[in-house]
Structures are given as structure tokens and as C-alpha cells.
């Protein structure tokens, strides 16, 4: 079983940057999928990116795509989400999640079976 914590949320103007970091311990790292999905109070988990578990293969949710990059490096067990060009709109509490690699990524939440406590990202406009 695989415990998540994600770090590296804060307070950005609009079109700034941060570098989300969803650290893995617990588990063999390699063998997940990981997923970011991000909530606002009131409103469903959007899914914003997904990783397999070499790093070979990548989806994104259409709100993000070319501003937002996810990548792993599988020594540090670690999965990151570089966030570029933000927007007021992209202020959620952002989760990493983590399934298996043999049931493999996905962009609907309840696919995963491990998530984190979330970090929150504050976009000032």
C-alpha cells in the first residue's frame, strides 16, 4: 500500500509558476499510475494530468493542456506538476492519486486507490 503527500502549493499571481511535488512512500512506486486531480468547494474532482508509471505516457484534462507538465523520477518516488501560466480559475485543493499500472491511469477519480491530503494552490489576479 502506498501513502501520498503532496507539497509545493502557495500564493501566485496570474501567470506565475509553481512546481507541485506528490512524494510516495510505502509501496514499489514504480508500479503506479499517478494522477493530479484538483477541487474547488462545491464542485466536483477535476482531473488535470496523469503519468504511467515509466513516465512514458502522459494525459492531460483540456483546461491545463500547455500550460501545465507532469513527470516522475521513480528514485525519488516522486511525481511532479509544473504549473505555468496561471489563471485565478486553476485555485483548487490539488491531490495526487496512484492506481496500479496494471489497471493503469485514468481521468475519472474513482479509478484510483491511493490519494494524498491535497495542497492548495491560490491564484491571485
Known amino acids: 500500500q502506498v501513502q501520498l503527500v503532496e507539497s509545493g502549493g502557495g500564493l501566485v499571481q496570474a501567470g506565475g509558476s509553481l512546481r507541485l511535488s506528490c512524494a510516495a512512500s510505502?509501496?514499489?512506486?514504480?508500479?503506479?499510475?499517478v494522477g493530479w486531480f484538483r477541487q474547488v468547494p462545491g464542485k466536483e474532482r477535476e482531473f488535470v494530468a496523469a503519468?504511467?508509471?515509466?513516465?512514458?505516457?502522459?494525459r492531460y484534462g483540456d483546461s491545463v493542456k500547455g500550460r501545465f507538465t507532469i513527470s516522475r523520477d521513480n528514485a525519488k518516488n516522486t511525481v511532479y506538476l509544473q504549473l505555468n501560466s496561471l489563471k485565478p480559475e486553476d485555485t483548487a485543493v490539488y491531490y495526487c492519486a496512484a492506481v496500479w499500472f496494471i489497471k493503469g491511469y485514468s481521468s475519472t477519480s474513482q479509478a484510483y486507490d491511493f490519494w494524498g491530503q491535497g495542497t492548495q494552490v491560490t491564484v491571485s489576479s
Open positions: 503519468i504511467n508509471w515509466s513516465g512514458g505516457s502522459t
Open positions: 510505502g509501496g514499489t512506486f514504480s508500479s503506479y499510475d
